[in-house]
């Protein structure tokens, strides 16, 4: 591969239909006081059962016998008048009366409900769909525009498209460590070919195809 004198344009876009709305939820959490490890002992085993209805209650200042709608708008106006984290605390069904899991913190009893609600139903499974866009100045003066894309499906009751894309390369990568395949030392990043051009092959064999395409322009 010829020496790369410019890297002068690097655009990756990652394709996912959860990433944006997830953060916005999350925000959300924060808002409302949910992201907190601090110990709740509401949600002790030997406390009395507690509904998500009623700890919204609590959270934004209210009587926990307050009417949903009273509730809603609480919560809308703790949110800051952000429709989409309100619409999300909705679906997840965080103002109605399911009870709020047993754990020690509002964090924990939020993971443990968010394992519940989001975890695949009957033959669901994930997709990922990556495409970077480079643009290279070569030694010579001309430009390549590359585009390298990447999709991969999740195993239905099996591996999930970022397990396999995340845990496969880290895998291979340690076993060539182990094997001795890796002589440099020290905190590396997957930069060199004599890292990421191994990986690259062995990656195919386990269902992970990319393609790409060039365009060169004086």
């Not at 394992?115 to 669901?124: D, I, R, V, W």
């Not at 195919?204 to 060169?216: D, L, N, R, V």
Request: aromatic share 6%; proline share 5%; glycine share 8%.
């Amino acid at each position: 591969m010829p020496a790369v004198q410019q890297l002068n344009r690097q655009l990756q876009f990652v394709l996912s239909a959860i990433v944006e709305g997830y953060a916005k939820a999350l925000n959300g959490f924060v808002k409302l006081g949910l992201i907190n490890r601090d110990a709740f002992p509401a949600l002790r085993p030997d406390a009395n059962p507690l509904s998500w209805k009623e700890l919204l209650c609590d959270l934004v200042g209210i009587s926990s016998s307050s009417k949903c709608d009273v509730l809603k708008e609480a919560v809308f106006k703790k949110l800051e008048g952000d429709n989409t984290q309100l619409e999300a605390v909705e679906w997840l069904g965080l103002l109605g009366d399911e009870q709020v899991p047993r754990a020690e913190s509002l964090v924990d009893a939020l993971s443990k409900h968010l394992a519940m609600k989001l975890s695949y139903g009957p033959g669901e499974k994930d997709m990922i769909v990556m495409r970077d866009n480079f643009g290279i100045r070569h030694p010579s003066g001309h430009l390549e525009n590359k585009t390298i894309d990447l999709v991969v499906y999740g195993d239905v009751n099996g591996f999930s498209a970022m397990a396999k894309t995340v845990g496969l390369p880290t895998a291979m990568a340690a076993k060539m460590l182990l094997d001795g395949e890796l002589q440099a030392k020290g905190l590396m990043g997957p930069f060199s070919k004599e890292i990421y051009g191994p990986i690259l092959e062995r990656i195919k064999a386990e269902g992970i195809m990319y393609t790409t395409q060039s365009t060169i322009t004086p």
